[in-house]
């Protein structure tokens, strides 16, 4: 028979055990997004034409492969991993192919989306692989983490590194671009006719960090360890 104590400690480490694993899993693969009222093409998730209501509730990234979305269809199904070109906003939305909505596949199976509180419902233009400019609003932002410290794949190499914006074009469809692929507008402050592309930027190429072996503080037990400055704002 196990005492009362050591049942609840191995009880209580179990329950820690299945948290961290909850926790990673969390953490991988699959983001909550923004509730999206949106209609789903039946070619994609059956086998005929049409659209079927939904709402697309969070997204899911599997490295190496176009991002996916969760929906809810009107029949209480949960479909998984449905690519942006089956997503719709309205069920007039042109046909588009996956190559023509996103420029990349997901660097890794570690996502973080975020809705950047200045570019909420930001009009822009939207640069599609097909050449053609679309207007387009934002919606959220899909970032990737490296699944580990050993396989970072491209996400640590500043000039290969990218976001994805995922905008709700004007026609109908989803998108999600990297940053040099949207020129963003406004009426106060850019105006509608922006031209980020003829301003000569370049990609980042260089990482920058604050520490360095020239300041060495490794030998100051001091609270306020280093040299200090008397004077106003040094």
């Keep these: 028979m196990v005492p009362q104590g050591d049942a609840t400690a191995a009880t209580g480490t179990a329950r820690t055990a299945w948290l961290k694993c909850a926790t990673a899993a969390r953490e991988r693969m699959n983001a909550d997004i923004p509730y999206l009222r949106c209609h789903v093409r039946r070619s994609v998730i059956g086998s005929d034409d049409g659209l079927e209501e939904a709402y697309a509730f969070a997204i899911q990234s ?47 199976s570690k996502p973080i989306v975020t809705v950047f509180d200045y570019l909420r419902d930001h009009e822009c233009l939207a640069y599609l692989p097909s050449k053609q400019s679309v207007p387009g609003v934002y919606l959220f932002t899909v970032d990737w983490l490296p699944d580990d410290s050993i396989h970072p794949g491209f996400i640590l190499q500043p000039d290969q590194n990218k976001c994805g914006h995922v905008i709700a074009l004007k026609d109908g469809n989803l998108a999600m671009l990297p940053t ?14 922006p031209s980020p592309e003829k301003q000569g930027y370049v990609a980042q190429t260089s990482v920058y960090h604050a520490e360095s072996c020239e300041r060495d503080f490794s030998k100051s037990e001091m609270y306020f360890y280093g040299e200090t400055s008397s004077s106003p704002g040094g």
């Design 180 to 193: 040099n692929k949207i020129a963003w507008r406004d009426g106060y402050w850019i105006g509608g006719d």
């Design 62 to 108: 599997i490295r190496g492969r176009a991002l996916g979305l969760h929906v809810m269809l009107k029949s209480g199904a949960h479909y998984r991993g449905v690519p942006l070109h089956a997503v719709v906003l309205s069920p007039e939305a042109p046909s588009r192919s996956p190559r023509d909505l996103a420029y990349w596949d997901c660097f890794s």
